[in-house]
Each structure stands twice: as structure tokens, then as C-alpha cells.
């Protein structure tokens, strides 16, 4: 389905529904001018994503040499089918610091090195296996060594005289990338900002401070000035600001539910923690999440537990066989 969602320029949402996912959809945002068009994102690189965007590309009757394509960041709803576009010689864009991350830590890695550390943080290794069969980021990721076309934070895309400004917002992902429009006052938010489902924030390997660099990107493009913005999933809401005023309170109240289990718990797991917390998901009890929602939570939990420990308000004892949270004494 093809929305137009901005008239000047114009902007066209291809939505693509994902059944039995808890994003419910995608958003692939194709942005026109007289003489150049920007393809925002992909979708999974699955037949029933494929679909859906080469019918909207179709319906929109793209140019696809005149074309470029802008990944937000490497999460494969968003990066999936890349090679459609390398193969048709369009040219792909992604942000330097995201980019240089994917290609230091592939997926495999980033899953082995989630793998130890999950372990040690008391997540059953049963369970590891259960999500990794499951995993869509794992099976529907494109093959590597696609081409890119690196941009520095704050460059701009060649739009011809559209300005269209990247600005790394870190957080969701190392280097994730939102797309801002000065002159309009637009912003394209990827998974950044999101208004019906707060974005997981989670740990990622040679990363210390993922919900530390989450909540700074957030301060930050609050000071930008946006009439519009246009998430990578759901719907958008009315008052940006006011969304982003509400993910904050989110992760400070996290941040206190936390804190306050490993004060009811003493000695308690990052696993624990998690099945102890609250999460919105159809009221399923957390022995009833399925496998692949427990990961995303765990990650969740230990991204919040390390900024607690950063801020020194409970202590992170690893002289066992499992990591342990403590209040301090």
C-alpha cells in the first residue's frame, strides 16, 4: 500500500504489513523531487517483503537511475534487501559510524559475542538456541559486501537543491541514522523515534554505554526544530516532542523499577531481573514470552542494568559463576 504522507516535497509511505510480528509493519519512505527520488530503508529480505516494496516502487513508477537508497541502520528490516537496488545500480548510502560497526562486528559476531555474555548473565543456554533458530535478524539479512557510500554525521545526501541533512543518532544501534530536512522541518526517524512501541534499546559488543548514548540522541535532536516526522514502523504521532518527553520518563522509570528489584533481590541476575520487570506484551507472563521476545528483553534489562552501575546506584559483582546486581551498601 502507498500512502502520499507530505505533499512539498513529496513524500510516499510503502507500507509493508509483517503478520505475526509484534512491529505489526514497516515503513519504506520514498522521497520525490523533479529530478532525483531517496528510497528510505528496505524490509526483510524475505519474499513477502520483496513484494510489497517493488509493488509500491512499481506504483510509484521510480527512476531507479536517478534513484538512491539510505539505510538507516544495519537491523535487517531495514537493510534486508539492499542487493535488489545494488543489482539495479542504484546507489546505497548508510552513515560512517553505523556502517564501520557493521562491518567490524557482522552478524555472527554480534550473536557469539551476545552469547557469552548472556550466559554470564544468567540466560539459559537453551534458550539461546531456541532464538537463535527463530531469529529473523539472522535468517533475513542479505549477504554481505554490498556496496556503500559512506556520509559523515551532518553531510548531506546528493538531493540536488532538496537539502536532506544525516545526523547519527546512537542508541537503537551504534550508528543509527535519522534524515532531517532543514529547510522543511521534517525528520525521517527510523527506529530512533517510534510512537505506539518504545525502540529496544539493547547492549552490543565494544559499545559500554548504549542507553547512556539512547537518551543523549534523544536530548539532542529534541533541540532540532520538526513540524513532521516519519517512523520506520506503526503509525506517527502528532507532537514530536511530546513522544520524546514520554521515551524519556520511559527509561527513567525503567531505570527506577530496576533498580528497585535488584534492592528487593539482593544477589539477583540479569535473567531474574528481567522476569521480574514489567513488559508490555498481550499480558503474557514471562515463562509464556516467546523465545526470541525473552532475548530482546534480556538485552533491554542489561542495557539499563550497566547504566545503573555506570551511575553508581547498584554494584555488579562478577566473582561467580554468574554476574550478580547488588544495591549499594
Not at 91 to 96: E, H, L, T
Amino acid at each position: 500500500m502507498v500512502d502520499l504522507v507530505w505533499k512539498d516535497p513529496k513524500i510516499y509511505r510503502i507500507r509493508i504489513e509483517l503478520p505475526r510480528n509484534p512491529l505489526k509493519n514497516l515503513n519504506i519512505y520514498v522521497l520525490q523531487t523533479p529530478g532525483r527520488s531517496l528510497v528510505i530503508d528496505t524490509g526483510f529480505n524475505n519474499p513477502e517483503c520483496h513484494e510489497a516494496l517493488w509493488a509500491g516502487i512499481s506504483e510509484l513508477n521510480l527512476d531507479l537511475s536517478s534513484t538512491a537508497l539510505f539505510l538507516t541502520h544495519f537491523h535487517a528490516d531495514h537493510i534486508g534487501l539492499v542487493w535488489d537496488f545494488v543489482e539495479r545500480g542504484v546507489p546505497v548510502y548508510m552513515g560512517k559510524r553505523e556502517y564501520e560497526y557493521s562491518k567490524k562486528i557482522n552478524a555472527e559476531n554480534i550473536v557469539g559475542g551476545m552469547n557469552v555474555t548472556f550466559t554470564q548473565e544468567g540466560f539459559p543456554g537453551g534458550l539461546q538456541m531456541r532464538h537463535i533458530g527463530e531469529s529473523k535478524g539472522r535468517l533475513e539479512i542479505p549477504r554481505p559486501g554490498f556496496p556503500v557510500n559512506v556520509i559523515e554525521d551532518g553531510d548531506d545526501l546528493p538531493m540536488g537543491d532538496l537539502k536532506v541533512q544525516t545526523i547519527c543518532t546512537p542508541g537503537h544501534t551504534p550508528g543509527h541514522t535519522v534524515l532531517y530536512l532543514p529547510k522543511q522541518q521534517l525528520l525521517f526517524t527510523g527506529d530512533h523515534i517510534l510512537f505506539d512501541i518504545t525502540p529496544n534499546i539493547s547492549i552490543w559488543p565494544s559499545v559500554p554505554h548504549s542507553l547512556a548514548d539512547y537518551l543523549e540522541s534523544l536530548k539532542m535532536v529534541r533541540k532540532i526544530p520538526v513540524r513532521a516526522s516519519f517512523p520506520a514502523h506503526r503509525e506517527a504521532g502528532e507532537d514530536f516532542y511530546q513522544r520524546i518527553d514520554q521515551l524519556l520518563e520511559h527509561h527513567r522509570c525503567r531505570l527506577d523499577e530496576i533498580q528497585q528489584t535488584v534492592i528487593d533481590h539482593p544477589g539477583i541476575t540479569a535473567y531474574e531481573t528481567a522476569g521480574l520487570i514489567h513488559w508490555s506484551l498481550r499480558g503474557l507472563s514471562w515463562e509464556m514470552f516467546p523465545y526470541n521476545q525473552r532475548w530482546f528483553a534480556m538485552a533491554e534489562t542489561l542495557a539499563h542494568l550497566y547504566y545503573l552501575v555506570d551511575a553508581q546506584r547498584i554494584v555488579r559483582d562478577v566473582s561467580g559463576e554468574f554476574v550478580r546486581y547488588y544495591c549499594w551498601q
